[in-house]
């Protein structure tokens, strides 16, 4: 007798049919947010952080209202977080000058 294992595995996708533009959108907008993020170290660079939080931001919102399953809209939702904190902290340190 053969026991098979199915392990869970990571997938925007849960409803089995392939969403690209939604996928992109959704990774966009956390990448944009970790480099928004990131952007509040280095001494300046805040203009550019600032920009690219709030280029992250309406990525996300545009992700938020095509997006296909909950999977896509919980990393659009953390994206836009890392997003709103990279703006709010390059802002207090420069901004957009």
Request: aromatic share 6%.
């Amino acid at each position: 007798m053969s026991l098979v294992v199915h392990r869970p595995h990571m997938t925007l996708n849960t409803d089995g049919r392939p969403h690209p533009r939604e996928n992109g959108l959704a990774a966009a907008t956390v990448l944009l947010g970790v480099v928004s993020v990131a952007l509040t170290t280095a001494h300046g660079m805040h203009a550019v952080g600032a920009w690219t939080g709030a280029v992250g931001g309406l990525t996300g919102a545009w992700g938020q209202m095509v997006s296909a399953t909950t999977a896509e809209r919980f990393l659009v939702v953390f994206g836009l977080g890392l997003c709103f904190v990279g703006v709010a902290l390059n802002l207090s340190h420069g901004g957009l000058t």
